[in-house]
T-cell receptor, first 120, second 115 residues
């Protein structure tokens, strides 16, 4: 089974520039998540999609971050303009939707390798 | 609201020694609990999960964790550390599946294994 694909793996930009990250989830996974992992910290959820609809974007800095999942498969996370504090690894994850979860109950997230952003 | 606290941001163990990583959680609903491992420059890989079945959960690579409701803990252990266990470990909690299954992570514990 192919995993969660992310690109680019590494990106270096200057502050006030823009950047976009792409994620292709596991086939059949209706739920897609973007997490931000700052060095030395645990991942923090930025946004969660169910198919092409947003379930939770309460921690997304909407003045500079945007994300879309237009066809309910691939997703793009954009930052414009970038700030120094946006330097982090951006992790994409996918899972079955709550309605697809099997009898085991807990839904397991599968993560991509991440996109490391450095803002200078 | 859910939260996770991992005690100790760094742990150093000798090869062959016990590995013990501590995790305490806070959840307003019966939790699902997870341990993930992250190797350098890689994404997170699931080690094990607790889903209200057995309180002692066995995972991959010889790791196991015990859910203790009275202590709100889910500590991760491995009887004998191997050099390949050097990585960062994250404890995470999620609520009922109807709540969307999002994971809330602790701050992570980096494990160093000494030969």
């Amino acid at each position: 089974e192919a995993g969660v694909a992310q690109s680019p793996r590494y990106k270096i930009i200057e502050k006030r520039q823009s950047v976009a990250f792409w994620c292709n989830p596991i086939s059949g996974h209706a739920t897609l998540y973007w997490y931000q992992q700052i060095l030395g910290q645990g991942p923090k959820l930025l946004i969660q999609f169910q198919n092409n609809g947003v379930v939770d974007d309460s921690q997304l800095p909407k003045d500079r971050f945007s994300a879309e999942r237009l066809k309910g498969v691939d997703s793009t996370l954009k930052i414009q303009p970038a700030k120094l504090e946006d330097s982090a690894v951006y992790l994409c994850a996918s899972s079955f939707s709550p309605g697809q979860v099997l009898h085991s109950g807990a839904n397991v997230l599968t993560f991509g390798a991440g996109s490391r952003l450095t803002v200078l | 609201a859910q939260s996770v606290t991992q005690l100790g941001s760094h742990v150093s163990v000798s090869e062959g020694a016990l590995v013990l990583l501590r995790c305490n959680y806070s959840s307003s609903v019966p939790p699902y609990l997870f341990w993930y491992v992250q190797y350098p420059n890689q994404g997170l890989q699931l080690l094990l999960k607790y889903t209200s079945a057995a309180t002692l959960v066995k995972g991959i690579n010889g790791f196991e964790a015990e859910f203790k409701k009275s202590e709100t803990s889910f500590h991760l252990t491995k009887p004998s550390a191997h050099m390949s266990d050097a990585a960062e470990y994250f404890c995470a909690v999620s609520g009922l599946k109807a709540a969307g299954n999002k994971l809330t992570f602790g701050g992570g514990t980096r494990v160093l294994v000494k030969p």
